[in-house]
């Protein structure tokens, strides 16, 4: 069964209609962050814009996830500058910091600048974050280690690295706000309309912005980026604040915070029954949401009310980077995904670099974020 998610939820008011009269100039293809990122770059660089979405705007992962907005990407840091060398590490890290910023100018009373707290969920994991620690200090990166956590967190975890300039957003309502301004500055936004092929759409340039989401248009890259399912819970509101930050743990795997209203919104476990979680079928599952309640009922002290569950496909790949640029053999096609479940931050500015890109503004991260690779791989 389909669910909706917590940030879904909240009412908003209908976005303005546009009519394009005559083909657009680009159609993208998804109506989630990097779509609406994307979508409006364009627009506000002049060209005309159709924006399609099989459902709803937000109605993928960007109005279904934890809410986290972090810098970096999936890989951590040491991991990451081993692969591509580290000066093309802090670049790309300095660059997601500079879309943190950016989001947060965007996102008004959907982002709130909280950091973030990743934790060690064992002395292993502890070694790992100390030396993720000690390179991002010195490269010069705002970084905080923390020793001792506060209740009801002290004893449990060894060891945490504060990220002072992360934050959490409700991504429903970012990405309906980004999706407003694009409809203002004139992109047709279409709804409840699957496209089937890049032809029908007959626009000169077509962005595929689906990331877990298997559109059928990619060709020779389609399912390289994994589909990957990810599941959340959302408990009643609880009185007392447990939670200034965002908190994640065990590589990822679990990761939870506390909402405004006193809610915990906790997500991940894809562990307890890993091979199964390697799927699009956008539905809970009682093992993971059993392991989601449990963790929450430990971390809480007493078992808490569960308002709303729901599942949502990311998509991952194998080396973390995200893939973005023209995709292979498909003149006019382009891709903009696979972030590998960080998709607020990266997929608001590899939207924006999609579409600097169609304009004939290359970064140079792109060649870091080639869609070709996963083919040659
Ligand atoms: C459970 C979960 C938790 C996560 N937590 C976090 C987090 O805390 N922080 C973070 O940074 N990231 C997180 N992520 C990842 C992040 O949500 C995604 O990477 C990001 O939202 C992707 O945005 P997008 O716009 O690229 O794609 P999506 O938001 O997934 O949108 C893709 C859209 O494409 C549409 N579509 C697909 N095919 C077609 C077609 N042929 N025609 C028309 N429309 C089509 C779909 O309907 C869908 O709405 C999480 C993901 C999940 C699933």
């Known amino acids: 069964m389909p669910t909706t998610s917590f940030w879904l939820a909240e009412p908003h008011k209908p976005l303005p209609s546009v009519k394009l009269t005559a083909s657009p100039d680009v159609a993208v ?7 609406c990122s994307c979508a409006l770059t364009l627009a506000e660089a002049g060209l005309s814009v159709r924006l399609y979405d099989a459902r709803e705007i937000a109605g993928g992962a ?4 934890g809410g986290f907005a972090l810098r970096g990407g999936a890989a951590p840091y040491p991991v990451l500058a081993e692969a591509i060398g580290r000066a093309r590490t802090a670049e790309l890290w300095r660059w997601t910091e500079r879309a943190v910023e ?3 100018d965007v996102a008004g009373d959907s982002f709130r600048r909280t950091g973030s707290l990743r934790l060690a969920a064992d002395e292993e994991e502890q070694v790992e974050l100390a030396q993720e620690y000690e390179a991002l200090r010195a490269d010069g990166f705002a970084v905080e280690w923390a020793g001792e956590l506060a209740p009801p967190l002290r004893g ?5 690295i504060f990220h002072p300039s992360d934050g959490v957003v409700q ?11 694009a409809a203002e500055a004139g992109v047709e936004i279409r709804e409840r309309s699957r496209v089937g092929s890049a032809a029908e759409t007959g626009a000169e340039s077509v962005v595929v912005a689906t990331d877990g989401y298997p559109s059928g248009l990619l060709g020779a890259l389609e399912g390289l980026i994994v589909p990957t399912r990810g599941q959340v819970i959302a408990t009643e509101p609880v009185a007392q604040k447990l939670f200034e930050t965002p908190h994640y743990g065990r590589h990822g795997f679990d990761y939870w915070h506390q909402t405004l209203d006193g809610r915990i919104v906790a997500g991940g476990f894809r562990d307890v029954s890993l091979q199964d979680e390697f799927t ?8 993971v949401q059993q392991a989601l309640e449990e963790f929450v009922e430990a971390l809480v002290g007493r078992r808490l009310r569960v308002d709303y569950r729901w599942a949502g496909i990311f998509g991952l790949v194998l080396d973390f980077l995200p893939v973005v640029g023209p995709v292979p053999d498909d003149d006019g096609l382009w891709v ?9 931050v990266l997929g608001f500015a590899c939207g924006r670099l999609v579409a ?10 792109l060649d870091l974020f080639e869609p070709s690779r996963l083919v040659l791989a």
């Open 171 to 181: 991504p429903a309502r970012l990405v309906r706000r980004l999706a407003r301004r």
């Open 29 to 35: 293809v998804g109506g989630g962050i990097t779509g």
């Open 280 to 287: 699009a079928d956008e539905v809970t599952t009682p093992v």
């Open 156 to 160: 449990r975890y060894p060891g945490a």
């Open 356 to 365: 600097e890109a169609i304009l004939g503004r290359p970064d140079p991260l």
């Open 336 to 344: 903009a995904g696979g972030y590998s479940g960080h998709g607020n």
């Open 62 to 65: 960007s109005g279904r996830n």
């Open 102 to 104: 950016d989001l947060a």
